[in-house]
């Protein structure tokens, strides 16, 4: 999100947050995730073209996702590692830590 946009935001009453805020995660507890999408999608060799049509998203937001963007989206942060294989159990012991 570019300066502009957060001033433009909090100058109209908005609030600028993260997907960590948003979950409740410290980035400690985040990154495993990022983690796993990272390795799950290198594991099987998908290019982000096709991540991006299987969760129906933006390269952009794909790309903040990997990145660990802190603008990536809490619907991402859960659908990636479903989407390349990751198992529940697998979320769920990351977010566990």
Not at 44 to 72: F, M, N, V
Request: glycine share 8%; charged share 25%; no cysteine.
């Amino acid at each position: 999100m570019s300066a502009a946009t957060r001033k433009h935001l909090k100058a109209t009453g908005g609030r600028v947050s993260t997907v960590a805020y948003f979950l409740g995660l410290r980035r400690e507890e985040e990154e495993p995730l990022i983690d796993a999408l990272d390795w799950e999608h290198r594991k099987k060799r998908l290019l982000q073209k096709q991540l991006t049509d299987r969760l129906e998203s933006s390269p952009s937001r794909i790309a903040k996702l990997e990145a660990g963007h802190p603008g990536a989206t809490p619907d991402l942060l859960i659908q990636a590692p479903l989407v390349v294989g990751t198992s529940r159990a697998q979320i769920a012991t990351a977010f566990a830590g």
